[in-house]
């Protein structure tokens, strides 16, 4: 499976943005982009995900590379229900196409 | 449909004795998948169901390891001979059968073996 590299972990305060940038240079041309955050005790929850283009929804934007090879997930105004783990992950396209490999993930924090 | 729900959330277990976790995943969606989350580290990959066939199973689980989807519906994932290793919360997580939509995870089992 192709590999994503994130910060361990970042700072933010509250009803700023927060920009978590994500590289996976050896992505292939199949593979998507897909983002999940895990809050305290619980399990992954989908963010958002994408292929080439650049994507919108209520949670956040994903601003993908033209090369793909890194993609930066925005969170418009990080409130304190945003401090999670938030995990970048490459899903191939396919029967498996689900099946997710995560890596470390990057660890916000939000200060009031 | 209240989302994907584990049974139970927390177990102990004594080091040798059998365990079994059981998940129901949303209605319609026929990919169940599992997970195992060590402290600081991200959920790993155990195995997936397409229906109540077993796809995909990761080197991770090992022979004591056996999930199950009877008919599509819920599945178990049953540990024989726990081992302190074992110890870990066990996620479930569901999606419809297209490729790359969303999956939704529940909440977890945590197993302490003791």
């Known amino acids: 499976d192709a590999k994503t590299t994130q910060p361990n972990s970042m700072e933010s305060n509250e009803e700023e943005p927060v920009h978590l940038p994500c590289n996976h240079s050896?992505?292939?041309?199949?593979?998507?982009i897909h983002w999940y955050r895990q809050l305290p005790s619980q399990g992954p929850e989908y963010v958002i995900h994408?292929?080439?283009s650049n994507v919108n929804n209520r949670m956040a934007s994903l601003a993908i590379a033209e090369d793909r090879k890194s993609s930066t997930l925005i969170l418009h105004r990080a409130t304190l229900r945003d401090a999670a783990v938030y995990y970048c992950?490459?899903?191939?396209?396919?029967?498996?196409?689900?099946?997710?490999?995560f890596g470390g993930g990057t660890r916000v924090l939000v200060k009031p | 449909d209240t989302g994907v729900s584990q049974d139970p959330r927390h177990k102990i277990t004594k080091r040798g004795q059998n365990v079994t976790f059981r998940c129901d995943p949303i209605?319609?969606?026929?990919?169940l998948y599992w997970y195992r989350q060590t402290l600081g580290q991200g959920p790993e990959f155990l195995t997936y169901?397409?229906?109540?066939?077993?796809?995909?199973k990761s080197r991770l689980l090992s022979d004591r390891f056996s999930a199950e989807r009877p008919k599509g519906s819920f599945s178990t994932l049953e540990i024989q001979r726990t081992e302190q290793g074992d110890s870990a919360m066990y996620l479930c997580?569901?999606?419809?059968?297209?490729?790359?939509?969303?999956?939704?995870f529940g909440q977890g089992t945590r197993l302490t073996v003791v």
């Open positions: 997580a569901s999606s419809l059968g297209a490729a790359n939509t969303e999956a939704f």
């Open positions: 050896t992505i292939s041309g199949t593979d998507y």
């Open positions: 994408g292929l080439t």
């Open positions: 992950i490459l899903s191939p396209r396919g029967a498996a196409g689900n099946k997710l490999t």
């Open positions: 209605s319609e969606h026929n990919r």
């Open positions: 169901f397409q229906n109540e066939a077993q796809l995909e």
